[in-house]
């Protein structure tokens, strides 16, 4: 037999023998036109068949690459950077992320602000100074190459001082002048967050493609804080005011990623 006949007929045979396999069974019509059903092949017959048709070598060995999801994140809000330089607060915030899975990522930021609301006191002026910091735990998704949308919660606590000074002038009565200054003053509070962020410019590699920028939105949850009887604290750095237990409030930042 000519070897390309015969390559053919081995290779047909192979094929009949898989397809017998799959279907467990293999129908056959005979010339007297009554159907007759093959026995069911084994592997054992299955190894033979290979064997004296053709030498196959089937190499099993899958070699599977795991994704390296450990990031560093470095950030600052440039918002707060921005309202510092053009002098109308005094105020910063940097933060850090420690990426360790697909989609968990762990938080932690530290600030600083010197507050003076307008609307504090009617006749005079308001300060609150102090020290910030959160820590939390962010579940993230992606939702487009290089861009993320996640979800998390943090726990924050503000240790500060206020101080204020009410002026009263009269022309019939004496004018009237009073300050109070309060120092080791706490607060702490809990965050829901959402924050989406997305690459600044989009490059695979070099020193630009580990820039990011996003946004932070935060809504605040105050759990305890100090409440003096003269004058109410009216402004704790990283909460805000006190007007009410639930604060929003948005962050701009740029982010490195290492």
């Known amino acids: 037999m000519k070897p390309s006949i015969k390559?053919?007929?081995?290779?047909?045979?192979?094929?009949?023998?898989?397809?017998?396999?799959?279907?467990?069974?293999?129908?056959?019509?005979?010339?007297?036109?009554?159907?007759?059903?093959?026995?069911?092949?084994?592997?054992?017959?299955?190894?033979?068949?290979?064997?004296?048709?053709?030498?196959?070598?089937?190499?099993?060995?899958?070699?599977?690459?795991?994704?390296?999801?450990?990031?560093?994140?470095?950030?600052?809000?440039?918002?707060?950077?921005?309202?510092?330089?053009?002098?109308?607060?005094?105020?910063?915030?940097?933060?850090?992320?420690?990426?360790?899975?697909?989609?968990?990522?762990?938080?932690?930021?530290?600030?600083?602000?010197?507050?003076?609301?307008?609307?504090?006191?009617?006749?005079?002026?308001?300060?609150?100074?102090?020290?910030?910091?959160?820590?939390?735990?962010?579940?993230?998704?992606?939702?487009?190459?290089?861009?993320t949308l996640a979800f998390g919660g943090m726990y924050a606590l503000a240790t500060f001082k206020d101080e204020g000074t009410v002026e009263i002038q009269s022309e019939i009565w004496p004018s009237l002048s009073q300050s109070f200054e309060r120092n080791d003053l706490q607060a702490n509070w809990v965050e829901f967050v959402i924050t989406s962020e997305a690459p600044i410019l989009n490059r695979d590699n070099g020193f630009l493609s580990h820039l990011f920028w996003g946004i932070k939105f935060r809504f605040r949850f105050m759990i305890e804080r100090p409440r003096p009887t003269n004058f109410d604290v009216y402004a704790i750095p990283g909460y805000g005011r006190t007007f009410n237990n639930l604060v929003p409030a948005a962050n701009l930042f740029f982010s490195y990623k290492f």
């Open 7 to 147: 390559y053919i007929v081995n290779a047909c045979l192979l094929l009949a023998t898989l397809n017998a396999v799959a279907q467990d069974s293999l129908f056959v019509n005979q010339k007297d036109s009554t159907a007759y059903v093959a026995p069911k092949v084994t592997q054992d017959s299955l190894v033979s068949v290979i064997d004296t048709t053709a030498s196959i070598e089937i190499d099993t060995t899958v070699t599977r690459i795991k994704q390296k999801y450990f990031a560093i994140y470095l950030s600052t809000d440039y918002g707060k950077l921005a309202t510092t330089l053009a002098q109308l607060e005094n105020k910063y915030e940097f933060n850090m992320g420690i990426q360790f899975s697909s989609h968990l990522r762990v938080t932690a930021d530290y600030g600083y602000s010197k507050l003076s609301p307008p609307n504090a006191i009617e006749n005079g002026v308001y300060f609150s100074t102090g020290n910030y910091y959160r820590v939390g735990l962010d579940y993230v998704f992606t939702i487009a190459p290089k861009t």
